[in-house]
């Protein structure tokens, strides 16, 4: 989001991984970025204004019992409001950037524009169902970034997400953005090399933390690898931030041995 702002593009940041009670709140973060919290209340109020348009009409219906059930309890509106004021505010920024939820949730609030288009046979709620699948499935309107560790576990998940997508969603691919991985320099990977028989070293702190960083590598080579023989599902194009590395460090830097002390 910030990389888009920074290259003048009006650009709104949406969370979706704690939507709480506390009312939408549009803030802006730097220029050209602003940022929002969704509350599933707020959206659905926001769509029936949008529908109605006259306030005498809408403050009736909003204040209706039945409404405010259907609202709360009926299966799939809370999701379908949220994935609406998503889909709607496209038109009033170049990007807009959304972090979903975990992968079952986020598989959930994709489904549930297809599930209303199909459950209605017409009228607003099935014409916007049926524009959102359409822009979401639509690759030069939607970007679908997986985030994921190098770990078997998240890698599994991963793929399965994008099988899962493959199939919601045909001919929008998404992509990958590898985090948190370990890249030990070449210096560092010589000494462990060239003192791996050196019984000495073994109780040294400083050394067990090169092995624990040394043996991380690997296994996350090898997750990688897992995740690489399902590259067709994915784009071409990944993203390796490494933990270590500058402006693409992660929020939990890692500690790195001083091999001058061992």
Known sequence: ARHLAAD?????????????????????????LWEITLNSTDCFREYVQLKLKLKSLYTILLGNKIIQYIEKAAPGVRELVLMGK??????????????MPSTGYALAMLKTPLNFAALFPGGPVYNDAKDMTATFSNSNETLLTIVTLAEEMPVQESIELAQELEKLLPGNAGGVVIN????????SISFYEKNQSNT??????????LDHLVQKEKQQQEAVELLKKSEHLFLKDWLFIEENNGSQTSSAPIWRPDLAKL
Request: hydrophobic share 35%.
């Open 8 to 32: 003048s593009k009006t650009t709104l940041l949406v969370n979706l991984l704690q939507v709480s009670d506390q009312p939408q709140k549009l803030e802006q973060r730097e220029e050209n």
């Open 180 to 187: 948190r991985l370990i890249r030990n320099d070449f210096k």
């Open 200 to 209: 000495s070293l073994k109780n040294n702190t400083a050394w067990k933390a």
């Open 86 to 99: 998503i889909w709607f505010e496209r038109n009033n920024y170049d990007h807009v950037v959304v972090d």
